[in-house]
């Protein structure tokens, strides 16, 4: 299957392909899905993972091709393995997790990934994200074990125009400690509104004075990433090497 022009963009970007093999699949609950790949040398290309690493991945939708970012679980250099996690609804990507096997390949593009945690390292974390970012909140966790952490964690009740139609009815698959760990679940309203008043609700209180020991990572739909971030860095004075944003998917 051929990429498009989104696959003729990324590579004038230095996008670079590469062919996963599935090894597994595991339901992790009733609404996520991890399938476990080979990575055809992507780890030893780029030297490694880091926290929230992502690739592109490549399904065919009505004799055309379609894209969609994933982050890398578990991934695992000496051996070019790692999982992706699916969160299932209606949808191409699901449709495909839901019966990937052993052997199957799929197309994958890297670009656009790079990420660093700020120096010194946070003493704080303060994490939104929804079902789609999940697996790259997670990363974060793993990546800065006994930092306390405060995680506000959207559920979709409405179908947005990209990415997870829905939250996942079961429990979600965090990786939590209890002893560090604070999750608000925030059901989705108003186009995303509810959350940012939520946020804007505990978060001065939680920052306090200083904000200078605390990490701030956004991940939602566009728009909310977006008003959130400019809300830490410009009333909140966060400083903005401790604020890091990416818009997941864009509401309809």
Same mark, same amino acid.
């Given at each position: 299957?051929?990429?498009?022009?989104?696959?003729?963009? &990324? /590579?004038?970007?230095? !996008?670079?392909? +590469? @062919?996963? %093999?599935?090894? !597994?699949? $595991?339901?992790? @609950?009733?609404?996520?899905?991890?399938? @476990? *790949?080979?990575?055809?040398?992507?780890?030893?290309?780029?030297?490694?993972?880091?926290? %929230?690493?992502?690739?592109?991945?490549? +399904?065919?939708?009505?004799?055309?091709?379609?894209?969609?970012?994933? @982050?890398?679980?578990?991934?695992?250099?000496?051996?070019? %393995?790692?999982? &992706?996690? +699916?969160?299932?609804?209606? !949808?191409?990507?699901?449709?495909?997790?839901?019966?990937?096997?052993? !052997?199957?390949?799929?197309?994958? %593009?890297?670009?656009?990934?790079?990420f660093t945690l700020p120096e010194p390292r946070p003493a704080r974390l303060f994490l939104v994200g929804d079902a789609a970012s999940l697996p790259a909140v997670n990363s974060l966790l793993d990546a800065l074990p006994g930092t306390p952490a405060t995680i506000w964690y959207e559920t979709a009740d409405a179908a947005p125009a990209s990415g997870p139609s829905h939250a996942p009815d079961g429990k979600p698959p965090f990786r939590l400690d209890a002893d560090h760990h604070t999750l608000h679940t925030v059901p989705r309203r108003d186009a995303g509104a509810h959350l940012v008043s939520e946020v804007k609700a505990a978060l001065p209180g939680l920052l306090g004075e200083d904000a200078s020991d605390a990490y701030v990572w956004i991940a939602c739909d566009t728009a909310t990433t977006?008003?959130?971030?400019?809300?830490?860095?410009? $009333?909140?004075? *966060?400083? /903005? $090497?401790?604020?890091?944003a990416l818009g997941y998917w864009r509401a309809g």
């Amino acid at each position: 299957m051929g990429h498009g022009w989104e696959g003729v963009v &990324l /590579k004038l970007f230095r !996008g670079r392909d +590469f @062919t996963f %093999t599935v090894t !597994g699949a $595991e339901q992790v @609950t009733e609404d996520f899905r991890r399938v @476990t *790949v080979t990575d055809d040398g992507l780890l030893a290309a780029t030297g490694g993972a880091h926290p %929230t690493m992502w690739v592109r991945l490549w +399904f065919e939708r009505d004799g055309k091709p379609h894209q969609r970012g994933y @982050t890398l679980v578990d991934p695992d250099p000496d051996t070019g %393995t790692f999982a &992706l996690e +699916f969160a299932l609804h209606d !949808g191409t990507a699901s449709d495909w997790a839901r019966t990937a096997r052993p !052997g199957d390949t799929i197309d994958a %593009t890297l670009q656009g990934t790079r990420f660093t945690l700020p120096e010194p390292r946070p003493a704080r974390l303060f994490l939104v994200g929804d079902a789609a970012s999940l697996p790259a909140v997670n990363s974060l966790l793993d990546a800065l074990p006994g930092t306390p952490a405060t995680i506000w964690y959207e559920t979709a009740d409405a179908a947005p125009a990209s990415g997870p139609s829905h939250a996942p009815d079961g429990k979600p698959p965090f990786r939590l400690d209890a002893d560090h760990h604070t999750l608000h679940t925030v059901p989705r309203r108003d186009a995303g509104a509810h959350l940012v008043s939520e946020v804007k609700a505990a978060l001065p209180g939680l920052l306090g004075e200083d904000a200078s020991d605390a990490y701030v990572w956004i991940a939602c739909d566009t728009a909310t990433t977006r008003t959130l971030a400019s809300y830490a860095r410009k $009333e909140l004075a *966060v400083p /903005k $090497e401790r604020v890091n944003a990416l818009g997941y998917w864009r509401a309809g």
